[in-house]
């Protein structure tokens, strides 16, 4: 578990700034506004008032690399730990906001749960037909080259990812896959990184996309607005995707070094 969590790091970090530059790109070409430069005594003033937020973080991760709690514990704490923050600490609700608070919360919980159950139906129905297996058997009849079985195996989940939901992927492809992929001689945790960066992007696309759903409930626009615009990113995802695949070192360096990989 360790393992996996350092081999995110760095795929991490490259998703993240391939993301900021075409950001960036859209933003320049397009002319957005510019924001002020903040001075430095205000920015100081602002990372120490954003510090009691980002303990949130160190409570999530630390807590699971730690051993303390398991991934759901560490969300539910965070969770307590926000809550305590927004209300007594920046004081940006009231009381008497809290049940509009709590509904919006709940519509979101139960349209995601709702895509979440959908998708975990159709899970369901492919594991019965052994639709993954299948698919599988399919693409090692048509080569067996290492590249070329990786690039089919993305393509596999990629297409997965936008039909199911992460969780039910997870547990009705890793049995499937991991075996194949270890006959090719890919380290397990490099191919965790592979099966996450697949079913991520299957997040942010319809018809599941939960992650889509979500952005587009908080930013309160519709998914054909949000679709319109969102192809450059998607092309940003599948390059990193394709760095990640045929690099395994920007996965398997920093478990290596931390010896958390044997």
Same mark, same amino acid.
């Given at each position: 578990?360790?393992?996996?969590?350092?081999?995110?790091? #760095?795929?991490?970090?490259?998703?993240?700034?391939? !993301?900021?530059?075409?950001?960036?790109?859209?933003?320049?070409?397009?002319?957005?506004?510019?924001?002020?430069?903040?001075?430095?005594?205000?920015?100081?003033?602002?990372?120490?008032?954003?510090?009691?937020? !980002?303990?949130?973080?160190?409570?999530?991760?630390?807590?699971?690399?730690?051993?303390?709690?398991?991934?759901?514990?560490?969300?539910?704490?965070?969770?307590?730990?926000?809550?305590?923050?927004?209300?007594?600490?920046?004081?940006?609700?009231?009381?008497?906001?809290?049940?509009?608070?709590?509904?919006?919360?709940?519509?979101?919980?139960?349209?995601?749960?709702?895509?979440?159950?959908?998708?975990?139906?159709?899970?369901?129905?492919?594991?019965?037909?052994?639709?993954?297996?299948?698919?599988?058997?399919?693409? !090692?009849?048509?080569?067996?080259?290492?590249?070329?079985?990786?690039?089919?195996?993305?393509?596999?989940?990629?297409?997965?990812?936008?039909?199911?939901?992460?969780?039910?992927?997870?547990?009705?492809?890793?049995?499937?896959?991991?075996?194949?992929?270890?006959?090719?001689?890919?380290?397990?945790?490099?191919?965790?990184?592979?099966?996450?960066?697949?079913?991520?992007?299957?997040?942010?696309?319809?018809?599941?996309?939960?992650?889509? #759903?979500?952005?587009?409930?908080?930013?309160?626009?519709?998914?054909?607005?949000?679709?319109?615009?969102?192809?450059?990113?998607?092309?940003?995802?599948?390059?990193?995707?394709?760095?990640?695949?045929?690099?395994?070192?920007?996965?398997?360096?920093?478990?290596?070094?931390?010896?958390?990989?044997?």
């Amino acid at each position: 578990i360790s393992a996996l969590f350092m081999a995110g790091v #760095f795929p991490g970090l490259l998703l993240g700034f391939s !993301l900021i530059v075409l950001c960036l790109a859209i933003a320049y070409r397009e002319k957005h506004p510019q924001g002020q430069i903040v001075p430095a005594r205000d920015a100081i003033r602002i990372t120490i008032d954003a510090a009691w937020g !980002l303990i949130t973080l160190v409570i999530i991760l630390g807590g699971i690399l730690g051993g303390i709690f398991t991934a759901i514990e560490a969300g539910a704490v965070a969770c307590i730990w926000a809550f305590f923050v927004t209300m007594f600490v920046y004081r940006d609700y009231r009381w008497r906001d809290l049940p509009v608070l709590l509904h919006r919360t709940l519509r979101t919980v139960a349209m995601v749960l709702t895509l979440i159950a959908c998708a975990s139906s159709v899970g369901y129905i492919m594991a019965l037909t052994q639709m993954p297996a299948k698919m599988t058997a399919f693409f !090692l009849s048509i080569s067996d080259n290492k590249y070329v079985i990786l690039l089919l195996i993305n393509v596999l989940l990629l297409v997965l990812g936008t039909l199911v939901d992460m969780a039910p992927s997870i547990l009705i492809a890793t049995p499937i896959l991991l075996p194949v992929m270890k006959n090719f001689g890919v380290d397990p945790v490099h191919f965790g990184m592979i099966m996450l960066l697949n079913l991520g992007i299957g997040l942010c696309h319809p018809p599941v996309g939960s992650i889509l #759903f979500v952005g587009c409930a908080v930013g309160k626009v519709t998914i054909e607005q949000v679709m319109r615009k969102i192809w450059p990113f998607y092309a940003v995802m599948f390059f990193v995707l394709m760095c990640v695949t045929y690099l395994p070192e920007i996965s398997l360096w920093l478990p290596r070094q931390l010896h958390v990989l044997h």
